[in-house]
């Protein structure tokens, strides 16, 4: 079984900083995939960003990029110029690759919060 | 693309009473996954399918909770019995498998459950 890990519950920062958010990961599986999702207050959960693991180069998707570290199980992300509008809850999560994948495996959650 | 559609959007209901909930995936979607949230948590895997044949079943899902997706097009989540255990966020997320492998899950707003 997976289990995703999220140590930090809440974040604050000042707008336009950046900041980042960590994510630690245990599998012994080899290729999988890995995602940040932002669930904004009563809202629904959006993808923010995407990394397989078969993937040396770290993904990123405008403003937002990730530190893939597969020896370490290491999936950070990172804000930059951070926005009032990226304050919600950010979920890190974990899925098998393959055609017997099941659902993502999700942490607990980072509540960030922009101020402004 | 009109996005993953749950219904209803929020329901209430004594204990011991049946509920059903109802996800409409993205259309061109094969793959169809059922999540339950509870406060201050991540969503927890129940159970997903692949056109109308459910694949795989988490153990949280007891004998009281049954999926179906007749059609391979929406899918039916229903409860029996309700117990206060049960009041969470139901989720339902959607996503294309086959060809390119994986591809993200779009989830849809939920359905907020509250047992009295």
């Known amino acids: 079984a997976q289990t995703v890990t999220q140590s930090q519950p809440e974040m604050s920062v000042q707008e336009a900083e950046t900041v980042t958010l960590s994510c630690t990961y245990d599998t012994s599986e080899n290729n999988y995939y890995l995602f940040w999702y932002k669930q904004p207050p009563s809202r629904q959960m959006i993808l923010v960003i995407r990394q397989e693991a078969y993937k040396q180069q770290n993904a990123t998707e405008n403003r937002f990029s990730v530190n893939f570290q597969k020896a370490a199980k290491s999936f950070s992300l990172k804000i930059s110029d951070s926005q009032l509008g990226d304050t919600a809850m950010y979920f890190c999560a974990f899925m098998k690759a393959g055609g017997g994948a099941d659902g993502l495996t999700f942490g607990k959650g980072t509540h960030l919060i922009i101020q402004p | 693309d009109t996005g993953v559609s749950q219904n209803p959007r929020h329901k209430i209901t004594k204990r011991g009473q049946n509920v059903t909930f109802r996800c409409d995936p993205i259309s061109e979607h094969n793959r169809l996954y059922w999540y339950r949230q509870t406060l201050g948590q991540g969503p927890e895997f129940l159970t997903y399918?692949?056109?109308?044949?459910?694949?795989?079943k988490s153990r949280l899902l007891s004998d009281r909770f049954s999926a179906e997706r007749p059609k391979g097009s929406f899918s039916t989540l229903e409860i029996q019995r309700t117990e206060q255990g049960d009041s969470a966020m139901y989720l339902c997320?959607?996503?294309?498998?086959?060809?390119?492998?994986?591809?993200?899950?779009?989830f849809g707003d939920g359905t907020r459950l509250s047992i009295l």
């Open positions: 997320a959607s996503s294309l498998w086959g060809g390119v492998g994986n591809q993200p899950q779009h």
């Open positions: 399918f692949q056109n109308e044949a459910q694949l795989e």
